[in-house]
């Protein structure tokens, strides 16, 4: 997807510049519906192994860590920031501050992608199912996932709220790409958090979704009205989804002897973002 082709795919986003919220909302959609898309596999794909689902979320915490770089601390210190690195890692810090502190009021994703509680440091063997409190661990679940929508949304949203496409249309494919093993995880979760029937289970997935449609607009809207606040934004993206690689997928898809397929899936993920990066942007 190299040369002309490349330039073919970009270009179809050059109007970004002219109306960058309209952009944002398309960039939305299109994740939402890749989140989607990962939602309803699990129609055909009923019992993926936690062996596949480690790899598949390795690729896709790859795929973010790329983009947190190439596609918004990268080009947000180099274009639009003016080589001043301080207004990105603001940005990059508060990102990962807010993750940590919502942590505290939702529970974290393992939770959810197990159905077991972390174990408490002072009682270890503290780790209950999730059918114990089946309605709680319905209503955590979608705070959760929406809690971890919120950064795909925003970066997607800020991408195209720079008005330059050759940034937002390889953040846009990356984010959607990844939503796919997302969009299956949330569902295979959906069912580990008591929701037994499928249907209810792509349903939420459907959910988690659409949250990054309202997401993506506000942040293309926000960085639109105020300008100099862009690079901060694109800081603050990057930051939350470092935070969410750290300390949600990498640990979880490590716990359960699958390391290997989760450190080759991320690496492949991380291949495939500067890929796209190199050849769209």
Same mark, same amino acid.
């Given at each position: ?5 490349? $330039? ?10 002219? /109306?960058?919220?309209?952009?944002? =909302? ?8 890749? /989140? ?23 690729? @896709? ?39 940590? %502190? ?15 509680? %972390? ?11 999730? *059918? ?16 971890? /929508? ?15 496409? $050759?940034? @937002? ?27 037994? %029937? ?48 750290? *300390? ?31 050849? =769209?942007?």
């Amino acid at each position: 997807m190299t040369g002309p082709v490349a $330039a073919v795919v970009v270009g179809q986003f050059e109007w970004v510049g002219a /109306n960058p919220v309209l952009g944002g =909302l398309l960039g939305g959609v299109f994740i939402a519906a890749l /989140n989607l898309f990962g939602a309803t596999l699990v129609f055909v794909w009923r019992d993926p192994s936690e062996r596949a689902m480690d790899g598949a979320l390795g690729f @896709a915490a790859g795929v973010m860590l790329a983009a947190s770089f190439t596609s918004l601390i990268v080009p947000g210190i180099e274009t639009y920031s003016g080589g001043d690195p301080l207004p990105v890692l603001v940005g990059v810090l508060l990102g990962a501050l807010f993750l940590d %502190r919502s942590d505290v009021l939702v529970p974290h994703a393992h939770y959810l992608l197990t159905g077991r509680r %972390r174990a408490d440091a002072a009682n270890p063997g503290d780790s209950l199912p999730v *059918d114990d409190d089946r309605l709680a661990g319905v209503v955590l679940f979608v705070l959760a996932i929406t809690l971890h /929508n919120v950064p795909e949304g925003l970066a997607v949203g800020v991408g195209f709220g720079s008005g330059d496409p $050759a940034t @937002a249309v390889p953040l846009m494919l990356a984010i959607g790409i990844q939503n796919v093993p997302e969009g299956l995880a949330v569902s295979v979760a959906a069912i580990n958090a008591g929701l037994d %029937r499928r249907f209810y289970a792509a349903v939420a997935g459907v959910r988690s979704g659409l949250v990054e449609i309202p997401l993506a607009v506000l942040g293309a809207y926000a960085v639109q009205s105020v300008t100099p606040l862009l690079p901060y934004a694109m800081g603050f993206a990057a930051g939350a989804m470092l935070f969410v690689i750290s *300390d949600e997928i990498v640990p979880e898809t490590h716990r359960g002897g699958h390391e290997r397929v989760a450190t080759l899936g991320l690496v492949v993920g991380v291949v495939v973002m500067l890929y796209l990066d190199i050849s =769209l942007g």
